[in-house]
Antibody, heavy 118, light 110 residues
Framework: EVQLLVSGGGQVQPGGSLRLSCAAS????????MTWVRQAPGKGLEWVSA????????YYADSVKGRFTISRDNSKNTLYLQVNGLTAEDTAVYYC???????????WGQGTTVTVSS | QSVLTQPPSASGTPGQRVTISCSGS????????VNWYRHLPGTAPKLLIY???QRPSGVPDRFSGSKSGTSASLAISGLQSEDEADYYC???????????FGTGTTVTVL
């Protein structure tokens, strides 16, 4: 079964950091780009970051550039998102997704909640 | 930020047809394909339409997508109560070098 299991969320103070993980199974992980998407309370879906299958190239939304870092370990079939310099605006449910490019994000993890509050 | 514009809401009675529009620009919809997602808060989003008009296996043919110029649309025919959800369009943006999502449309079955 194709599955993505997201972990690592929690409550942190403003300026704090977290590392989110997304463990993949059921498909050849290294062959696919991966993406992080978030949804803040009461807001719509917002794309955060993407990384190619090899991990060589990454992309970021302007809202997180310089603070978030996407990476992957293809030997562990795991995607990561290091989130630093957190602000209240980063409070959201964070989802990872298997990125098929033009064919869409066809597999999604269940999401992990990040709450930034003092 | 959302650079794809959708109506905030759409509604219909069971059996009716509902259409959701998605307006973008030359750097996103005008240059790339559009994907549509269905989302129930608290659950993982689900891919509904890819490559502007293709349905993944398992998605009923009541759902259809189209694209013209810098706009796209999702149509739901034979509306059912279980179609109540939030729907989002998405496309790659060549200028932003990232994906953009639409503002989202909440579908209500009256």
């Amino acid at each position: 079964e194709v599955q993505l299991l997201v972990s690592g969320g929690g409550q942190v103070q403003p300026g704090g950091s977290l590392r989110l993980s997304c463990a993949a199974s059921g498909f050849t992980f290294k062959n696919y780009a991966m993406t992080w998407v978030r949804q803040a309370p009461g807001k719509g879906l917002e794309w955060v970051s993407a990384i190619t299958g090899s991990g060589v190239t990454s992309y970021y939304a302007d809202s997180v550039k310089g603070r978030f870092t996407i990476s992957r370990d293809n030997s562990k079939n795991t995607l990561y998102l290091q989130v630093n310099g957190l602000t209240a605006e980063d409070t959201a449910v964070y989802y990872c997704a298997k990125d098929n490019g033009d064919d869409g994000m066809d597999v999604w993890g269940q999401g992990t909640t990040v709450t930034v509050s003092s | 930020q959302s650079v794809l514009t959708q109506p905030p809401s759409a509604s219909g009675t069971p059996g009716q047809r509902v259409t959701i529009s998605c307006s973008g620009s030359s750097s996103n919809i005008g240059s790339n394909t559009v994907n549509w997602y269905r989302h129930l808060p608290g659950t993982a989003p689900k891919l509904l339409i890819y490559s502007s008009n293709q349905r993944p296996s398992g998605v009923p043919d009541r759902f259809s997508g189209s694209k013209s110029g810098t706009s796209a649309s999702l149509a739901i025919s034979g509306l059912q109560s279980e179609d109540e959800a939030d729907y989002y369009c998405s496309a790659w943006d060549d200028s932003l070098k990232g994906y953009v999502f639409g503002t989202g449309t909440t579908v209500t079955v009256l």
